[in-house]
T-cell receptor, first 114, second 116 residues
Framework: AQKITQTQPGMFVQEKEAVTLDCTYD???????LFWYKQPSSGEMIFLIY??????QNATEGRYSLNFQKARKSANLVISASQLGDSAMYFC???????????FGAGTTVTVRA | EPEVTQTPSHQVTQMGQEVILRCVPI?????FYWYRQILGQKVEFLVS????????KSEIFDDQFSVERPDGSNFTLKIRSTKLEDSAMYFC??????????????FGPGTRLTVL
């Protein structure tokens, strides 16, 4: 079974600054994928970025980057140059090679201040 | 860009009634999923579906729930006799590949189900 832990229920960040959202995971699967999704107040789930367990380099996607530390079982999301539109709930999720489903963390609410 | 669509966006029903939530996955995707999110809580997996069969289901997905792909485009979730605790946002998702960990699940906008 996969377990995802997000310990920050809410964070505030100033516009144009960077913010790091923590995510730790636990799995016994040798191969797994880590995903981050954004959920704005409108409710939809928007895929942001993916990191594979065997990827040698940290994933980047525009202003999003993933700080992947396999030995520490952490996959923190970094949002650079925050914008007001980044205000949302952010979920870390993982999928192991032994199952089909995504397992989600509890989420972190980010509020960007002007 | 192709996207997953869901209808209706909001469904209100009386306890004990049957509801069918509809999804149109991305057209060339092969794996389909339903998740739910009770207000203020984490997203929970319900079921995955591939090649017209359930490939995995959670403990939540009991006999009251069923899924179907009635034609080449729609994927439905039926709740036979709704309970108050079924009130949640229900998300449909799909993946292109044959179920690899690298396959990104793309989510629809969700259907908010309210059971009165």
């Amino acid at each position: 079974a996969q377990k995802i832990t997000q310990t920050q229920p809410g964070m505030f960040v100033q516009e144009k600054e960077a913010v790091t959202l923590d995510c730790t995971y636990d799995t016994s699967d040798p191969s797994y994928g880590l995903f981050w999704y954004k959920q704005p107040s409108s409710g939809e789930m928007i895929f942001l970025i993916y990191q594979g367990s065997y990827d040698q380099q940290n994933a980047t996607e525009g202003r999003y980057s993933l700080n992947f530390q396999k030995a520490r079982k952490s996959a923190n999301l970094v949002i650079s140059a925050s914008q007001l539109g980044d205000s949302a709930m952010y979920f870390c999720a993982m999928r192991g090679s032994s199952d089909y489903k995504l397992s989600f963390g509890a989420g972190t609410t980010v509020t960007v201040r002007a | 860009e192709p996207e997953v669509t869901q209808t209706p966006s909001h469904q209100v029903t009386q306890m004990g009634q049957e509801v069918i939530l509809r999804c149109v996955p991305i057209s060339n995707h092969l794996y389909f999923y339903w998740y739910r999110q009770i207000l203020g809580q984490k997203v929970e997996f319900l079921v995955s579906f591939y090649n017209n069969e359930i490939s995995e289901k959670s403990e939540i997905f009991d006999d009251q729930f069923s899924v179907e792909r009635p034609d080449g485009s729609n994927f439905t979730l039926k709740i036979r006799s709704t309970k108050l605790e079924d009130s949640a946002m229900y998300f449909c998702a799909s993946t292109r590949g044959a179920g690899e960990v690298t396959d990104t699940q793309y989510f629809g906008p969700g259907t908010r189900l309210t059971v009165l």
